[in-house]
């Protein structure tokens, strides 16, 4: 399975930002999305996740209300709309891939996020 996330960028603080992350290779195995950051000197955090069907989505406590993770199968592409970022949403996203949310064992490159106040 191989990952390639994009769409990363400068934005200010309210605006909005729309990461995709293409998936290929041998599919199998990913079933489950995931997206990630991690910013300087903190741990990585799930952001959201999501299964192929898009019945079965996870959202972190900060991010809730404000991004929405979805999926475009026949583009084998998930999504993450970022919308009324803060200063703290800065971070490196990673997109994920894995049979379940406790084995994302797949991972794209990173993409960078900073939001300027």
């Known amino acids: 399975v191989q990952l390639q996330a994009y769409g990363g960028g400068l934005v200010q603080a309210g605006g909005s930002l729309r990461l995709s992350c293409v998936v290929s290779?041998?599919?199998?195995?990913?079933?489950?999305m995931g997206w990630f950051r991690q910013a300087p000197g903190k741990d990585r955090e799930r952001v959201a996740t999501i299964n192929w069907s898009g019945f079965s989505i996870t959202y972190a406590n900060s991010v809730k209300g404000r991004f929405t993770i979805s999926t475009d199968s026949p583009k084998a592409t998930v999504y993450l709309q970022m919308n009324s970022l803060e200063p703290e949403d800065t971070a490196v996203y990673y997109c994920?891939?894995?049979?379940?949310?406790?084995?994302?064992?797949?991972w794209g490159q990173g993409t960078q996020v900073t939001v300027s106040s």
């Open positions: 994920a891939a894995g049979p379940s949310i406790l084995s994302l064992r797949y």
């Open positions: 290779g041998r599919t199998l195995g990913a079933n489950v």
